[in-house]
């Protein structure tokens, strides 16, 4: 049976409660045509219809301009519970707790970097261990890494990884507060141990960058960027193996927990528990463990990125003004205060695949961006471009202050390297001026940038309905992949 939307406006659809019996709220998308004619390809709009029956939501469940399937919520999911009576689920935040991205700026211009693009990325493998499974060069004890998930990012500049003043330009201040270690199995904290500070596999990428446009000078001129050609860097990692074993751990938990609680659930990746109740609490702080545990692990590969700079340029990162513009997640469930028909509630919103876009004068914001709104990085792929937006009012109103993450795949990663060849999407890249280096074949193919959505339409959409607003866009210079 194909699944009714309308169209509401433009770039709005909606799926009507009438369409479920148990729906509780209508299922909102945001798209353009092509983008939603993707989303049908997949299971993604029945997983948003999914959404919207779960205890305690409010609104509507929605599903951004990325939108593709995923395990539970699509990938761009978010929806919002009432912190009364909602629940929470680990597949509305994902495997990959706190898979996000952070943003360097440099002082440095294309003409400094193009020569030595080659040598960065070599410098920055060496210093970056990438791979499935791979572990770093930090080896923890099980009571040193339940101290650093406790005190998050303070805890690396403590060691002298990153700098003193880096984490007032993160989501959270680097560190949820609610982290407790003693919710966290043995086995994650034994894959935890070893792997602070790698890059993983996957989507994840590391990526010097030249800035193509700026759309809004101003703003950009707050976040340090002034100017096309200036370099910045992009890191995009989560939680590697301590937040998949945490998600995996907890999805066991959930399950016993709906029978339990006589939860009616629409399918079994949907598995969760009253927000009231001991499961749901031991989860968030154990998932808040893994959330820390993704920040600090960004938080040292940028120090080896400003290493890696520093023994090329024969400079200090200081002198060449690496400074972090802003360090967020995509993967996460946040207890934030919204207005929702008129009223201030306390709510747990979960975002699967997805930015949170504050738009100015939130409380949560650093000092210097209240008057801009929250900085948001929309990745795209190693041959295409990434985004600089802003969180708007907008979104405050429509989308929970949230917004797409990146490009959103439309070909699994058997059906790229069934259709690519490693040695054809390097060749491909070369002759664009992009130097790639990866740690395997397999994972350039599966990466390859035909098997993602266009994301100059993904941030359009953002940026038109006004979810997100454009500030610049860049062009990849040299890829690190995992």
Same mark, same amino acid.
């Given at each position: 049976?194909?699944?009714?939307? @309308?169209?509401?406006?433009?770039l709005?659809?909606?799926?009507p409660?009438?369409?479920n019996?148990?729906?509780?709220v209508p299922?909102?998308?945001y ?8 989303m ?5 709009l029945q997983?948003c219809v999914? %959404?919207t ?5 409010l ?5 951004l301009p $990325? ?7 699509p ?6 519970f009432?912190a009364?009576e =909602?629940?929470?689920?680990p597949?509305? +935040? ?6 996000? +991205? ?5 002082d440095?211009t ?8 080659t040598?960065?990325?070599?410098r920055i ?7 499935v499974g791979?572990g =770093? ?9 339940d ?5 998050? +990012? ?21 560190c949820? !507060?609610e982290?407790?270690p003693? @919710? ?5 904290k !034994?894959?935890?141990s070893s792997? #602070?500070?790698t890059?993983?596999?996957?989507n994840?990428f590391?990526?010097i ?5 700026v759309?809004d000078g101003e ?5 340090g ?13 989560g939680?590697? =193996?301590?937040?998949?074993q ?5 999805i066991?938990?959930? $399950?016993?927990?709906?029978r339990k ?5 629409p ?6 528990a009253?927000l009231k109740?001991r499961?749901?609490?031991d ?7 893994? +959330?820390?545990?993704?920040f ?5 590969? %940028? ?5 890696a ?7 200090s990162?200081e $002198?060449m003004? %690496?400074?972090?513009?802003?360090? %967020? ?5 946040k !207890?934030e205060?919204?207005?929702i028909?008129?009223?201030r ?6 975002r ?15 000092i210097?961006?209240k ?6 990085l929309l990745?795209? *792929? ?9 969180? *708007?009012d907008r ?7 949230s917004?797409?993450?990146?490009a ?9 390297r069934?259709q ?8 491909? #890249? ?6 790639v280096k990866?740690a395997?074949?397999r994972?350039?193919?599966?990466e ?30 040299a890829?690190? !992949?995992?």
């Amino acid at each position: 049976m194909d699944i009714p939307i @309308k169209k509401v406006e433009d770039l709005v659809w909606e799926i009507p409660v009438e369409y479920n019996p148990h729906m509780r709220v209508p299922a909102r998308v945001y798209a353009d045509d092509a983008l939603l004619n993707m989303m049908k390809r997949d299971a993604t709009l029945q997983q948003c219809v999914n %959404m919207t029956q779960l205890p305690g939501i409010l609104k509507y469940g929605i599903t951004l301009p $990325d939108g593709h399937q995923g395990y539970g919520f699509p990938i761009g999911g978010v929806a919002a519970f009432d912190a009364e009576e =909602g629940i929470i689920t680990p597949g509305g +935040v994902g495997y990959d707790i706190n898979c996000g +991205v952070r943003l360097l700026r440099t002082d440095l211009t294309y003409k400094d970097v193009r020569p030595k693009a080659t040598e960065l990325v070599d410098r920055i493998f060496r210093l970056v261990p990438c791979g499935v499974g791979v572990g =770093g060069r930090i080896r923890l004890s099980t009571g040193e890494l339940d101290n650093a998930v406790s005190e998050g +990012v303070d805890w690396a500049i403590s060691k002298g990884y990153g700098w003193e003043g880096d984490s007032e330009h993160m989501e959270e201040g680097g560190c949820m !507060k609610e982290a407790n270690p003693d @919710k966290v199995s043995s086995r994650a904290k !034994k894959r935890g141990s070893s792997q #602070l500070g790698t890059l993983g596999a996957g989507n994840h990428f590391l990526e010097i960058a030249r800035v193509r446009e700026v759309f809004d000078g101003e703003t950009a001129k707050t976040f340090g960027i002034t100017e096309p050609d200036q370099i910045v860097v992009w890191i995009h990692t989560g939680s590697r =193996g301590y937040g998949h074993q945490i998600a995996t751990d907890y999805i066991r938990v959930m $399950d016993r927990a709906v029978r339990k609680y006589g939860i009616r659930i629409p399918a079994r990746e949907l598995g969760c528990a009253p927000l009231k109740s001991r499961e749901a609490e031991d989860y968030y702080e154990a998932m808040s463990c893994a +959330v820390n545990w993704a920040f600090l692990n960004r938080h040292i590969i %940028m120090h080896h990125v400003r290493t890696a700079f520093e023994e090329s340029f024969s400079r200090s990162a200081e $002198d060449m003004g %690496m400074r972090l513009v802003y360090g %967020m997640t995509h993967n996460t469930a946040k !207890k934030e205060e919204h207005i929702i028909e008129g009223k201030r509630m306390n709510t747990v919103v979960h975002r699967k695949g997805a930015s949170r876009a504050f738009g100015p004068g939130r409380s949560d914001l650093p000092i210097d961006y209240k008057s801009t709104g929250q900085p948001v990085l929309l990745v795209g *792929t190693m041959g295409t471009a990434s985004y600089l937006l802003v969180g *708007t009012d907008r979104g405050e109103e429509i989308s929970f202050a949230s917004t797409a993450h990146g490009a959103g795949r439309i070909m699994s990663r058997t059906g790229a390297r069934r259709q690519f060849q490693a040695r054809d999407i390097v060749q491909r #890249l070369k002759r664009k001026g992009i130097v790639v280096k990866a740690a395997s074949g397999r994972v350039v193919e599966e990466e390859s940038p035909d098997s993602y959505k266009d994301v100059h339409k993904v941030a359009d959409v953002s940026h038109y309905l006004g979810i997100g607003r454009k500030v610049l866009v860049s062009v990849p210079v040299a890829v690190a !992949k995992g």
